[in-house]
């Protein structure tokens, strides 16, 4: 079972050692986690190769360190999500946003450890992404999402196809360049958008 405290209200701040992770606490108890906090935090210091291990965790597809550390550093918004057991953490979350800083914001790079999953805490994740970007005045939320996880979306207020709208893509294919329309729900980049 799970139990929150405090994850939309006034926050506490935690610091488990003066490397580690501050930001603001949940309290996890689960009979198969044993007494846990977990933390959501904003801060840009990542260990790569941290973030690398909870992709790998998840069947991702690797990508060069170089363009993650890039993507990260242009990024609007980046939200880590740590397991703090004593003065241990563990990386078990992450999500990140690009944005125009003023109307627009979209999501990527969710992902949630395996054995976190199911227990409600990546709908915590994304509600904290949400409120992060609603607090800078963003009305405006897309993502991409894979098929599988549509669903667990759309409960959180996301729409497929707002309005008719489509998400298209370009992408270089062979030797000339194409532009690719993804506006069935069949295919593997689906948008989902919601205005908040």
């Known amino acids: 079972m799970v139990f929150w405290k405090r994850l939309f209200s006034n926050s506490e701040t935690l610091t488990s050692s003066p490397n580690k992770v501050e930001g603001e606490l949940l309290e ?33 597809a690797r990508r060069p360190l170089r363009k993650v550390k890039k993507a990260l550093e242009f990024s609007f918004l980046v939200v880590t999500m740590w397991e703090v057991k004593g003065n241990r953490q563990r990386l078990v979350g992450f999500a990140r946003a690009t944005s125009d800083h003023a ?54 207020g996301f729409v497929l196809d707002p309005e008719g709208i489509k998400g298209m893509f370009w992408y270089p294919r062979g030797n000339r360049d ?19």
């Open 28 to 60: 996890l108890t689960d009979d198969s986690l044993g007494q846990s906090r977990i933390v959501f935090s904003t801060e840009r210091d990542i260990d790569l190769y941290e973030l690398e291990e909870l992709c790998d965790a998840v069947g991702w």
């Open 103 to 156: 109307f627009n914001a979209t999501i990527w790079d969710v992902v949630v450890h395996p054995t976190f999953q199911k227990k409600g805490l990546g709908k915590a994740l994304m509600k904290y992404t949400i409120k992060k970007l609603r607090s800078d005045d963003i009305s405006n939320i897309t993502l991409f999402a894979d098929p599988q996880v549509v669903d667990f979306y759309r409960q959180l």
């Open 178 to 196: 194409n532009l690719v329309y993804t506006g069935s729900s069949n295919n593997q980049n689906t948008g989902c958008s919601a205005a908040w």
